[in-house]
């Protein structure tokens, strides 16, 4: 996950990092998210917008927002969805990463219909 989101952010400009639960950590799952929080702390610039999804993703922003970085919290991929139709614009590059068994599919078909 890290590696990725890195990559992301370095390759566009008024980046949306939507991250989501890793699945079938083990018992040091929360640390394990934690950790992607603290290293994506040091290593993006401020003008990235983290969103996160889950309970576990929820550790990863806590150490974001800790850092000064802007962190919205979701329990659910319908609200994740309904902010990203009502705060992002055209000049945003959303980027989604997640386990599998979060369904993030189902963010993008709700934008694509642009509505929830």
């Given at each position: 996950m890290k590696a990725s989101v890195k990559t992301f952010i370095e390759l566009y400009e008024n980046p949306v990092v939507v991250l989501g639960n890793m699945g079938e950590l083990g018992e040091n799952e929360a640390e394990y998210h934690r950790e992607v929080g603290r290293f994506l702390a040091k290593t993006s610039p401020k003008n990235v917008k983290f969103l996160t999804v889950g309970e576990l993703a929820h550790e990863i922003g806590k150490e974001l927002a800790i850092a000064g970085f802007n962190v919205e919290y979701f329990w659910s991929n319908s609200e994740a969805s309904c902010y990203i139709?009502?705060?992002m614009d055209i000049g945003?590059?959303?980027?989604?990463?997640?386990s599998r068994s979060m369904k993030f599919e189902e963010i993008i078909e709700n934008l694509k219909r642009g509505n929830i």
């Open positions: 139709l009502d705060n945003n590059t959303i980027f989604l990463k997640a």
